[in-house]
T-cell receptor, first 115, second 113 residues
Framework: AQKVTQAQTEISVVEKEDVTLDCVYETRDTTYYLFWYKQPPSGELVFLIRRNSFDEQNEISGRYSWNFQKSTSSFNFTITASQVVDSAVYFCALSETPNDYKLSFGAGTTVTVRA | DAGVTQSPTHLIKTRGQQVTLRCSPKSGHDTVSWYQQALGQGPQFIFQYYEEEERQRGNFPDRFSGHQFPNYSSELNVNALLLGDSALYLC????????????FGAGTRLSVL
């Protein structure tokens, strides 16, 4: 069963628009970690954020912000005032504990920011 | 500080051949994980190596094997290549591998003809 669902396959916006990427996860563990990674055309996955299951505080880093809601099993990601350099594929991932070292990725959302 | 490096960048093989991909972890990291990313999909976990042993394995056949060396670098070997093995192979390194952030290399693009 898919543990991480990213329902949006592609999103296209004009520069300076805000864009929100949805991520819904499924786990029976009470302790787990959620991640967002960015994959530009170069192929390398770039780490953006990690949240643990006990910390539901929203986080902001520059133009990026994350909204974690355990009640709806969601960990959404918003890019404010998007820029062309934000064009990439974004992946949400889940790491369950203990004794599970792998990342389970969603299918990714392709974001295209047009000038 | 060098990040995760993978070689080669691209590789073309034919069905039935064998291939070896290499990964050097980020400085200070001791754990290496391998992922397969098919076109248009998210990465799928192959296995993780820690202290030169396979610590966890994903749902991949025995044709996929690996090795970790004392300097923490790692190899991924795939035998009897199939067309379906064509993908981007990503290596990630971390410290101890448990609850630690995995940092990824740029990957090796394998094409099987």
């Amino acid at each position: 069963a898919q543990k991480v669902t990213q329902a949006q396959t592609e999103i296209s916006v004009v520069e300076k628009e805000d864009v929100t990427l949805d991520c819904v996860y499924e786990t029976r563990d009470t302790t787990y970690y959620l991640f967002w990674y960015k994959q530009p055309p170069s192929g390398e996955l770039v780490f953006l954020i990690r949240r643990n299951s006990f910390d539901e505080q929203n986080e902001i880093s520059g133009r990026y912000s994350w909204n974690f809601q355990k009640s709806t099993s969601s960990f959404n990601f918003t890019i404010t005032a998007s820029q062309v350099v934000d064009s990439a594929v974004y992946f949400c991932a889940l790491s369950e504990t203990p004794n599970d070292y792998k990342l389970s990725f969603g299918a990714g959302t392709t974001v295209t920011v047009r000038a | 500080d060098a990040g995760v490096t993978q070689s080669p960048t691209h590789l073309i093989k034919t069905r039935g051949q064998q291939v070896t991909l290499r990964c050097s972890p980020k400085s200070g990291h001791d754990t290496v994980s391998w992922y397969q990313q098919a076109l248009g999909q998210g990465p799928q976990f192959i296995f993780q190596y820690y202290e030169e042993e396979e610590r966890q394995r994903g749902n991949f056949p025995d044709r996929f094997s690996g090795h970790q060396f004392p300097n923490y670098s790692s190899e991924l070997n795939v035998n009897a290549l199939l067309l379906g093995d064509s993908a981007l192979y990503l290596c990630a390194s971390s410290l101890r591998g448990y609850l630690d952030i995995q940092y990824f290399g740029a990957g090796t693009r394998l094409s099987v003809l």
